[in-house]
């Protein structure tokens, strides 16, 4: 390919150098802010070579793939004098992760209802943390293989014990940070909502509530039941920094100005706290036993069927944005103070849809005779199969239809074994390849097995009825 025509091309069809306001480039597109978007020429983009697909929105976001992409952009910011991840008229530099946050959101915008933006803000809730989760899931799993390596003996060494606080320190106190984050995703004060969490710490030497000066039981009303800080965990937590944060600015509504700094956090503090103990933590109890109840149901009764729904099914959630349901419910399996004891059961099952993406990539690469198309595929694959699975997912199988639900189909048949070998994970964040480094110490044999089989399932189901080559030349153009 010739980078520098291609680039030529792709400037013409936007209306020229005075119609680009700024241009930069993620993992595979190219970006373009866009001055009058009437001058662009859309068909004529689609069918400059090595273009993948063309997505305007606020942007212009031309898709090349990963490689290609960055020396289009290269040719493309010679031509347009403006420097990748340049601004203009602001002047001003943006970050390729924000880019590409920006890029992707852009390209699920159609499904941008209600529900996904509601599941969104709980994302955005866990995901600062995840760094941590991550962190202190490997761990502890490193503390469980050196306790059983050595029988214990290493209990007295001060660098075992160092890393061994760090590893529990995170999920004790995770209440806190689900609190903190969530009321400062809805607008509240950061420190409230962590004071909110404070109440789902489940530690052994926090009587809170637990017995009166006499040493009788105190009973809540409502329930007539006995506050236990553990009851509820993340999901109380996460509900509770909500509450602070929207308690806290309607009383700064009606709070006058000279009172507010005092009276606003002391009333959000006391009203929520009351709130909190009383009714959101048998709430958040009833919701988490409500969550561990489906899982032990799908694994226990309908095993091997669930999963083979969860497989098949993760990849068309993605799709339209409703995967950020499950980023709390990862958080509980990884709680070591939760009822899996810190192992994530459900990961591993969801992480074999990228398997049945790679299996489809396989057969389309072999089986078309569309030369654009394994260009793209050959330089997909082997991202996809360390674990980044977005550029086979919306550079090949979504465009293209039939081989997203064959690669969909075919990952449930590595879910079936997932689920059988009770295949966990003792942290989140990496998945492919790299998935077993998170894997449960003992089970990477059974992971490799079970995503050999999504690759199989992909690749034989995509051979036999997702190739479509007339479809295949409608999106990618012939040579």
């Known amino acids: 390919m010739n980078y520098q025509n291609t680039a030529e091309q792709v400037l013409a069809a936007v209306g020229g150098k005075s119609n680009v306001a700024a241009n930069m480039t993620c993992m595979t597109r190219l970006r373009i802010s866009i ?19 063309v997505v305007d929105s606020d942007t212009v976001q031309i898709v090349f793939g990963p490689d290609t992409v960055n020396k289009v952009g290269m040719e493309f910011s010679k031509l347009t004098g403006l420097a990748l991840g340049s601004d203009e008229a602001s002047g001003e530099m943006k970050d390729v992760r924000e880019v590409a946050k920006e890029n992707k959101a852009a390209n699920k915008a159609k499904y941008n209802g209600p529900v996904q933006r509601f599941l969104k803000h709980i994302a955005n ?18 503390i469980n ?12 060494v001060w660098w075992y014990q160092v890393i061994h606080v760090i590893g529990w320190a995170l999920f004790l106190y995770l209440p806190i940070f689900v609190g903190m984050n969530a009321a400062k995703e809805f607008k509240g004060s950061a420190i409230l909502g962590a004071l909110a969490g404070a109440y789902f710490v489940a530690h052994p030497l926090m009587p809170l509530l637990a017995k009166a000066k006499d040493g009788s039981q105190i009973l809540l009303p409502l329930t007539d039941k006995v506050f236990n800080p553990g009851n509820g965990g993340l999901i109380s937590a996460l509900i509770a920094g909500i509450l602070f944060a929207f308690l806290e600015r309607w009383i700064r509504k009606i709070m006058p100005n000279i009172l507010d700094t005092f009276f606003t956090p002391l009333l959000t503090v006391i009203i929520g706290g009351l709130i909190t103990v009383i009714v959101l933590q048998p709430i958040g109890t009833w919701l988490t036993n409500g969550i561990y109840f489906v899982l032990d149901f799908l694994y226990k009764d309908v095993g091997a069927i669930g999963g083979y729904i969860l497989s098949a099914g993760f990849l ?3 799709a339209v944005g409703l995967h950020q349901a499950l980023t709390p419910i990862h958080a509980m399996l990884n709680d070591p103070a939760g009822l899996t004891k810190g192992i994530n059961y459900l990961l591993p099952v969801l992480m074999m849809a990228g398997g049945g993406q790679v299996g489809a990539g396989l057969a389309l690469l072999l089986k078309t005779k569309n030369k654009k198309l394994k260009r793209v595929v050959g330089d997909s694959i082997p991202v996809g199969i360390l674990g980044i ?14 081989p997203f639900v064959t690669a969909c189909l075919g990952a449930g048949f590595g879910g079936i074994l997932a689920s059988l070998f009770h295949i966990g994970t003792v942290s989140q964040g990496v998945s492919g390849l790299f998935g077993l480094l998170i894997v449960v110490p003992g089970q990477q044999l059974e992971y490799v097995l079970s995503m050999l089989v999504a690759y199989a399932g992909g690749f034989i189901l995509t051979w036999l009825f997702g190739v479509d080559e007339g479809r295949i ?5 012939k040579e």
């Open 35 to 53: 001055s009058d978007h009437g001058k662009v020429d859309t068909p004529a983009l689609k069918k400059i070579d090595g273009v993948l697909g």
């Open 145 to 156: 293989v050196i306790n059983v390596s050595t029988n214990n003996a290493m209990a007295t």
């Open 389 to 402: 699975g977005e550029p086979l997912m919306y550079a090949v199988t979504l465009p293209l239809g039939r």
């Open 473 to 477: 030349n409608e999106v990618y153009g």
């Open 125 to 142: 809730v866990f995901i600062p943390i995840l760094p941590g989760i991550i962190a202190a899931g490997l761990i502890n799993g490193i």
């Open 316 to 318: 068309p959630m993605v």
